[in-house]
């Protein structure tokens, strides 16, 4: 089975502060994406990137960096940590394959006070 | 832009009864496929099923869907809902290029009652 793990799974940050949070997958997948949860807002898709080295933007990137130094691993930056971004952030990874279907890591609940 | 919608913020059920939870979408591209995750409460996305082609209907768990491409539509059904199908759905287009960008919809929180 698809596995995609997410560090750390909590954090509390400070506004202003920096985050990072990191997605790694095993499943040799070269799509990875990051998603911010909110009630109301579903699933947005911040940054996506289908190969190593490069990312792309996604609908909502405003205030977020991405970086995908490996095919593995895909990070996501909060330079200057605000209110607005709390929420649970979610990676997912998938490959070209006849199903096309996302795996999802387990999330990253983020507090900005 | 393209964009994925669901009606309906919250579903409510009783056991046993059919559901129908509302997707539509706005898409410029032909080459694009539709999906259904679905979240428990705690847990992360996970797939339900995957459009096939038009007009057909696809299956898993018990729920299915068809593709509409004439009413822009791809609805999800039930004809007896369980306990257990309590959770968020979520609807998503996803684009068969080389980006593989996905688009879902707000989600809709279904909730079955004893």
């Known amino acids: 089975e698809a596995a995609v793990t997410q560090s750390p799974r909590s954090k509390v940050a400070v506004t202003g502060g920096k985050v990072t949070l990191s997605c790694h997958q095993t499943?040799?997948?070269?799509?990875m994406y990051w998603y911010r949860q909110d009630t109301g807002h579903g699933l947005r898709l911040i940054h996506y990137?289908?190969?190593?080295?490069?990312?792309e933007k996604g609908d909502i990137p405003d205030g977020y960096k991405a970086s995908r130094p490996s095919q593995e691993n895909f990070s996501l930056i909060l330079e200057l940590a605000s209110l607005s971004q709390t929420a649970v952030y979610f990676c997912a990874s998938s490959d070209w394959t006849p199903s096309y279907e996302q795996y999802f890591g387990p999330g990253t609940r983020l507090t900005v006070l | 832009g393209d964009s994925v919608t669901q009606t309906e913020g919250l579903v409510t059920v009783t056991e046993g009864l059919p559901v129908m939870l509302n997707c539509t979408y706005q898409t410029a591209y032909s080459d694009v496929a539709f999906f259904w995750y679905v979240q428990y409460l705690n847990e992360a996305p996970k797939l339900l099923l995957r459009s096939s082609t038009d007009n057909k209907r696809t299956e898993h768990q018990g729920f299915h869907a068809t593709l509409h491409k004439s009413s822009s539509s791809f609805h999800l059904q039930k004809s007896s809902v369980q306990l257990s199908d309590s959770a968020l759905y979520y609807c998503a287009l996803r684009y068969l290029s080389n980006t593989n960008k996905v688009v879902f919809g707000t989600g809709t929180r279904l909730q079955v009652l004893p």
């Open positions: 990137s289908y190969v190593a080295d490069s990312t």
């Open positions: 499943n040799n997948h070269d799509y």
